[in-house]
């Protein structure tokens, strides 16, 4: 979740140290370590992994999970590497690092569709469309598919395509509060929640309503060579974790209770949680028969094949990829509960 949540370092290095007392408690017997990547500090985002933990899940699948402390690493190259089992991911990296090479393969669709949406401020009566932001501005995150995908955005709505990108990070959403920037892509269940607790309500647009692909927009990633070579224990860790993501997707305020529960004092506004929670409920977490996890081959060719057509993707040598992967071999259904399973 590109968002800002309040610093956490003493709660996780408390989380740490936990994790390291129970492992030596266990001793000789201790269960199956499995290192977890988060892309950012705990949201909403997590809540699925946070229930698992929480309600003991994990342990009771014979599983030691430890939620490795956020850093400038992303959690695409700390899983590539091996450094981390698992992590979180988005649709539009996993893209890029998976066709640079990297050894990861997305085990579970956390949000079956774009969480993200094109904001502008709400009293921004010149902008009724993504069209009427030809030469305006984009506050940007850096990733290489951002403008291809705003460019087409606004294509699609009927304008040219003709924006500057100014990249900001997180700072963008402050920016566009302030004015500096006319546009930019929020998470809607955090920051555009956020904003209307701070009184600074977003005009949003869906990608989707104009044509655009739709995206897993959050993945669980593995590491490829530990997938294949702890495949019980990688079935055991992706069911608890889906389990935990359906209990939020059926008791959204039972899974908020639990990602507070796993996480004192780190989040500040409990209305946030709750809110952020229910929407993601309410429309992100379940496909289409209100399960939670799947995937299928059409979203990945839509979206990523997209990624990779735009000329963005890149591979180990720095060069475009000039045609499409087989995008079947990036993603699995494979350690889901068989009722979460697709063919």
Not at 26 to 34: D, L, N, R, V
Not at 184 to 200: C, D, H, S, Y
Not at 273 to 282: E, I
Request: proline fraction near 5%; include cysteine; hydrophobic fraction near 35%.
């Amino acid at each position: 979740m590109r968002t800002s949540v309040p610093k956490i370092v003493a709660v996780l290095g408390a989380l740490l140290l936990l994790a390291a007392c129970g492992s030596a408690a266990q001793g000789g017997s201790s269960p199956q370590k499995i290192r977890v990547a988060l892309d950012w500090t705990p949201n909403t985002n997590h809540t699925g992994l946070f229930v698992a933990q929480q309600e003991g899940w994990f342990r009771q699948a014979g599983l030691d999970v430890e939620f490795l402390p956020y850093n400038q690493t992303a959690p695409e190259t700390l899983v590539g590497t091996g450094a981390a089992d698992f992590g979180i991911s988005f649709q539009d990296l996993f893209t890029y690092a998976k066709g640079s090479g990297a050894d990861i393969t997305s085990v579970m669709a956390i949000l079956q569709h774009w969480a993200s949406e094109v904001a502008v401020k709400a009293d921004r009566a010149d902008i009724t469309s993504p069209k009427d932001l030809d030469g305006k501005t984009y506050g940007g995150f850096g990733s290489p598919g951002e403008v291809p995908k705003m460019r087409t955005i606004i294509q699609d709505a009927g304008g040219r395509g003709d924006f500057q990108n100014v990249t900001l990070g997180t700072s963008a959403y402050e920016a566009l509060y302030s004015g500096q920037v006319d546009f930019t892509e929020p998470f809607v269940a955090w920051e555009g929640i956020e904003a209307q607790l701070r009184n600074e309500p977003l005009k949003t647009f869906k990608y989707t309503d104009y044509g655009f692909p739709d995206s897993y927009n959050v993945l669980l990633m593995g590491n490829s060579t530990w997938l294949r070579q702890h495949p019980d224990q990688a079935r055991a860790f992706v069911q608890a974790a889906q389990r935990g993501y359906q209990l939020a997707a059926d008791d959204p305020a039972k899974g908020a209770r639990d990602l507070e529960a796993a996480n004192p004092g780190v989040f500040t506004e409990p209305e946030l949680v709750s809110r952020s929670q229910d929407m993601l409920a309410k429309s992100y977490l379940k496909d289409d028969q209100g399960k939670v996890g799947t995937q299928t081959l059409a979203r990945w060719q839509g979206f990523s094949g997209f990624l990779v057509d735009s000329g963005s993707v890149v591979d180990a040598d720095g060069k475009p990829l000039t045609t499409r992967p087989d995008f079947g071999t990036w993603f699995t259904n494979d350690y889901l509960t068989p009722a979460g399973s697709t063919s």
